[in-house]
Nanobody, 120 residues
Framework: QLQASGGGLVQAGESLRLSCAAS????????MGWFRRAPGKEREFVAA????????YYADSVKGRFSISRDNAKNTVYLEMKNLKAEDTAVYYC???????????????WGQGTLVTVSS
């Protein structure tokens, strides 16, 4: 089970950190990622972190502004978002897939989503 948190209302240029806590004892074996769905748009990939070596992957739209990390001891993955823009407004979902990278496969586990609203 995945539980996302940390969303909220911020102004453009501000920062926010999302967290996703996972239950279970095998968190380190899961590729983790963040996706988002903006109003009226399809869901899109945002960032992912490898279960093998903590390699990270980003959508071009967030490179240099967003940073994904994980703490296996806390069963938690984070998304640090800086210099937020109005176009980052969306519901953000964390996702996971065991022994796979979510950047290369559609994850089977999803959190409930947390809303990020960026006012311009």
């Amino acid at each position: 089970q995945l539980q996302a948190s940390g969303g909220g209302l911020v102004q453009a240029g501000e920062s926010l950190r999302l967290s996703c806590a996972a239950s279970g004892r095998t968190f380190s074996t899961y590729g983790m990622g963040w996706f988002r769905r903006a109003p009226g748009k399809e869901r899109e990939f945002v960032a992912a972190i490898s279960w093998r070596d903590d390699s990270t992957y980003y959508a071009d739209s967030v490179k240099g502004r967003f940073s994904i990390s994980r703490d296996n001891a806390k069963n938690t993955v984070y998304l640090e978002m800086k210099n937020l823009k109005a176009e980052d407004t969306a519901v953000y979902y964390c996702a996971a897939e065991r022994f796979q990278e979510v950047v290369t496969t559609t994850p089977s586990l999803w959190g409930q989503g947390t809303l990020v609203t960026v006012s311009s």
